[in-house]
T-cell receptor, first 111, second 115 residues
Framework: NAGVTQTPKFRVLKTGQSMTLLCAQD?????MYWYRQDPGMGLRLIHY???????AKGEVPDGYNVSRLKKQNFLLGLESAAPSQTSVYFC??????????FGPGTRLTVT | DQQVKQNSPSLSVQEGRISILNCDYT??????FLWYKKYPAEGPTFLIS?????DKNEDGRFTVFLNKSAKHLSLHIVPSQPGDSAVYFC??????????????FGKGTKLSVIP
């Protein structure tokens, strides 16, 4: 049981490039989330999903898109990366919407 | 405007003593509160939670207290151990309708337990 996994662990992008972050969970959870964490800040919700085929905006959705085509996967896309998107990205899943189980994070640097 | 505040960025405690981490919130509609622990280069891990209809929840060395009138919660760790050294995040849940829950996190408190 791997829990929540994130791919890749590290990435460096140039401004304007695009990329997709993959989150996978093997706990059959309905709810999945993408957060970003910046230095000295708490986690801020980017987008979330309450089930396969659904997505919704969180607190800081601009510049990101998401898709949840399969229940176990939640993808976060950056269409045109900007330096302001340099951050650590965490994916989480939850059976109830309350207790969330987090992946190890993806450290993204945009130059 | 921060809805969940952890006003102490850091806290140092001697091993064996009590650690008390505090959290204040502003939104009276929050219905569930959680504490997460985070080690460097890892994702946060769930520690303990409390429903808004309760005032105390205990799990081993960890106890969370909720004072709704003061919009304040605290996490007590007794006794503190060196392995408890981590960043602790307070989080509050809000039901947004249509099966949707959102967590709002504080900025975290770095706990250092000194052997």
């Amino acid at each position: 049981n791997a829990g929540v996994t994130q791919t890749p662990k590290f990435r460096v992008l140039k401004t304007g490039q695009s990329m997709t972050l993959l989150c996978a969970q093997d706990m059959n959870h309905e709810y999945m989330y993408w957060y970003r964490q910046d230095p000295g800040m708490g986690l801020r919700l980017i987008h979330y999903s309450v089930g396969e085929g659904t997505t919704a905006k969180g607190e800081v959705p601009d510049g990101y898109n998401v898709s949840r085509l399969k229940k176990q996967n939640f993808l976060l896309g950056l269409e045109s990366a900007a330096p302001s998107q340099t951050s650590v990205y965490f994916c989480a899943s939850s059976p109830t919407g309350y207790e969330q189980y987090f992946g190890p994070g993806t450290r993204l640097t945009v130059t | 405007d921060q809805q969940v505040k952890q006003n102490s960025p850091s806290l140092s405690v001697q091993e064996g003593r009590i650690s008390i981490l505090n959290c204040d919130y502003t939104n009276s509609m929050f219905d569930y509160f959680l504490w997460y622990k985070k080690y460097p280069a890892e994702g946060p891990t769930f520690l303990i939670s409390i429903s808004s209809i309760k005032d105390k929840n205990e799990d081993g060395r960890f106890t969370v207290f909720l004072n709704k009138s003061a919009k304040h919660l605290s996490l007590h760790i007794v006794p503190s151990q060196p392995g408890d050294s981590a960043v602790y995040f307070c989080a509050a849940s809000l039901y947004s309708g249509a099966g949707s829950y959102q967590l709002t996190f504080g900025k975290g408190t770095k706990l250092s337990v000194i052997p």
